[in-house]
């Protein structure tokens, strides 16, 4: 019989300290902590009163946090509503509204979608937000969630004319290629946000 114990054990103790490492590497600061006093210290009247206290909530909800927190909300909305439907409408069969598409297929092609995504923003992001700046980039992102969602029916009905063709692979195409720019959506909520707020 195995001992259990002792290989979980043995285990997590190699792992702990690697762990930490890692941890202690990535999440470097290079600022100084600042010092706290030590419960011995006597600490005057003054001093414990000219301790910051935490704004109230109604001091933080100004109109672009309220813009910023709606927009991120409906970016978070749409990209959930097409991640959870997507995969879905890909297994339905044609007759009755989706692609017919075994789950091989589906994988492949989410596969890609996710490569594509990311190697896009890794290429391109930085210009586009240079040349357009945030807030058209966050706006052509949020819009995009229209023609996104749009394209279901399109795509479905296209399958029920012609077969799965050239005309359903390339609106296919276009829909996850509009996904990217609502995925650019998370990044331009804080930008926008920082950019902004001076």
């Known amino acids: 019989m195995l001992d259990h114990t002792k290989c979980g054990n043995e285990s997590v103790s190699t792992r702990a300290p690697l762990c930490e490492l890692i941890k202690e590497w990535f999440l470097r600061q290079s600022y100084a902590k600042p010092s706290t006093p030590s419960s011995n210290a006597l600490v005057s009247s003054e001093e414990a009163d000219s301790e910051p206290k935490p704004l109230p909530l109604r001091a933080l909800l100004t109109p672009k946090v309220l813009t910023v927190t709606a927009s991120y909300a409906t970016t978070a909305l749409l990209h959930v509503a097409f991640s959870s439907i997507l995969p879905v409408f890909y297994a339905t069969p044609v007759e009755l509204g989706g692609l017919s ?50 394209l279901f029916p399109v795509i479905n009905a296209l399958a029920r004319a012609h077969g799965m063709g050239l005309a359903v692979w390339l609106s296919v195409s276009v829909q996850l290629a509009l996904t990217t720019s609502l995925l650019m959506c998370y990044r331009m909520s804080t930008t926008y946000l920082s950019l902004h707020s001076t």
């Open 101 to 150: 598409l075994d789950p091989p297929r589906i994988g492949t092609i989410l596969a890609a979608s996710g490569l594509a995504h990311g190697t896009f923003q890794l290429l391109f992001f930085a210009r586009l937000h240079d040349r357009f700046g945030a807030g058209a980039i966050h706006i052509a992102g949020v819009c995009s969630g229209i023609p996104i969602i749009i």
